[in-house]
């Protein structure tokens, strides 16, 4: 199989913003927090939407619940026939091709234990957890009537009642990091033909607009709200870019504050290929005064981000 790996390094800033929403709650409903109450969202909770959107565009997703015709969830084995269509799992060879295939695990990388395959794939995508950076959010609960009895309590009168809740307002900030030659062992074994350009682009193109895409109940109030791709030389390594940008709330608009960001960028500026911001002029303002050298800078403004 032809070696396809893209000669590059990616790293960047995913930005979701939560508004009346509950992006990432935890098990209590609240949202998910460190134990001293900073509110953050897990990498999960931003691949989903992505493996979402790639399943309803009909691509091969292997790591997303699913259900059997008696309507309980599959098994990973079983998720795996239902996608490739295929029950040989004793050749693990052919089974790491198809794993492979998957665009998912092509992306986030994947641990397969199934029917004798031992398999781990470390993903060339790497997200790390995404830090709300809005000082002012709080949680909302709502109280919600049900227009139904309780059907386990024969003695129930009145409708039940149930909870939701959300955040005010939250903004997060996911850092993550593109490494092609992640696959490097995986070409040389001939099961894949390595992390393309390709392969790049359908992860930008998803990663700028799923959250807002998924627009289920909790979802609803969740955006993409901005997005930073930079890319490098192979051999290049960048610190956590979320750790350099700050967010605050202006009169009319969202600031983002991309200084110390760009001085980073501007002194690395003979390593970097290309630097793209999105972000949606509507709703947002960027701080970014101190950027030097143009070239590398491709300032995108959309109203779909």
């Known amino acids: ?42 990498d999960k909770a931003l691949k989903y939407p992505m493996k979402k959107m790639w399943d309803n565009e009909g691509k091969k997703v292997i790591y997303i619940k699913s259900l059997n015709e008696k309507l309980i969830p599959r098994t ?21 091709t198809n794993l492979m295939n998957a665009v998912d695990i092509k992306n986030f990388g994947a641990t397969f234990a199934e029917a004798g395959c031992n398999i781990a794939i470390t993903g060339a995508v790497q997200i790390g957890q995404g830090f709300n950076k809005y000082d002012n ?13 309780d059907s386990t309590d024969e003695n129930a009168k009145n409708s039940t009642i149930g909870t939701k809740i959300t955040s005010n307002e939250a903004h997060y900030f996911y850092p993550f990091v593109i490494n092609p030659l992640a696959y490097k062992e995986l070409v040389d074994l001939g099961v894949t033909e ?20 998924f627009a289920t109940n909790s979802k609803v109030g969740c955006e993409n709200e901005f997005a930073i791709f930079v890319e490098t030389q192979s051999d290049i390594y960048l610190p956590n870019l979320s750790e350099y940008i700050t967010f605050t709330k202006g009169e009319d608009k969202n600031i983002i504050d991309l200084e110390a960001l760009t001085n980073i960028l501007n002194d690395m500026s003979q390593q970097i290929k290309s630097v793209e911001i999105y972000y949606n002029p509507y709703t947002t303002e960027l701080v970014k005064d101190n950027i030097k050298d143009a070239k590398h800078f491709n300032i995108i403004t959309s109203k779909e981000v």
């Open 137 to 149: 959010s709080t949680a909302q609960e709502q109280a919600i009537l049900s227009p139904f009895v």
């Open 194 to 213: 390595g992390y393309t350009e390709d392969d790049y682009q359908n992860f930008k193109r998803t990663a700028l607009v799923s959250a807002t895409a």
């Open 1 to 42: 199989m032809e070696d396809k790996t893209m000669n590059k390094r990616i790293y960047g800033i995913l930005g979701i913003s939560s508004v009346m929403g509950n992006w990432n709650a935890d098990f209590s409903g609240y949202p998910k927090s460190t134990t001293d109450g900073n509110i953050f969202g897990s």
């Open 76 to 96: 990973l084995k079983e998720r795996y026939i239902k996608v490739f269509e295929d029950e040989d799992l004793k050749d693990v060879k052919k089974v790491l």
